[in-house]
């Protein structure tokens, strides 16, 4: 309870016409998730490097 009341941020919402505001909070990830979302930085970070390593050398 304590370490979602310390790392949750409350976020306003700017309402639209006849709608109330609603408060969101963060929810951080925890476990396989937070090894999964890892996984695809590091993935994404693999194709970038790639990418770049095609783009350099150009096509022959």
């Known amino acids: 309870m304590m370490e979602e009341e310390k790392n949750s941020e409350r976020l306003k919402v700017v309402p639209t ?3 109330a505001p609603v408060e ?3 929810v951080l990830p925890r476990g ?3 090894w ?3 996984g ?5 970070a693999a194709m970038l490097v790639l ?6 050398r ?3």
């Open 40 to 44: 695809l930085r590091l993935y994404i």
């Open 17 to 19: 016409l006849g709608q």
């Open 58 to 60: 150009g096509m022959h």
């Open 32 to 34: 396989l998730v937070r």
């Open 36 to 38: 999964a979302f890892w």
């Open 24 to 26: 969101l909070t963060r």
């Open 51 to 56: 990418v770049g390593i095609g783009f350099s």
